[in-house]
């Protein structure tokens, strides 16, 4: 479970994990939910993961990617280029191409 500092919800809510890389958590509190949604994308123990309140359905528009900032250092200097960039992006899936010209 996510520390109570992160979410300050400590006592109000339980965790159980489902397999498959997913996890159920059941609230007190509507009001706690709804705080700790309000916090996403959620970190924890060097993780991102999404948190979306359950439906029994999903619909069209469920979220099935996250946006992430990735800085990319110790790049030798004759390798500082698009090329490279865009190989690490293309690995990472999306990539953004102004995102480069911050590492150089």
């Known amino acids: 479970m996510p520390k109570c500092r992160i979410w300050d919800v400590e006592g109000r809510v339980r965790g159980k994990n489902l ?4 996890f159920q958590f059941d609230f007190d509190k509507e009001e706690d939910l709804q705080k700790v ?3 996403r994308p959620c970190h924890f123990n060097k993780w991102s993961f999404s948190l979306e309140r359950w439906i029994p359905t ?3 528009d469920f979220p099935n990617s996250m946006m992430l900032w990735v800085t990319v250092m110790g790049v030798p200097t004759h390798y500082k280029k698009d090329e490279t960039y865009r190989s690490i992006g293309g690995a990472l899936r999306k990539w953004i191409k102004w995102m480069s010209r911050m590492a150089e």
């Open 58 to 60: 999903i619909k069209e």
């Open 37 to 39: 949604l309000l916090r």
């Open 19 to 22: 397999g498959n890389n997913k």
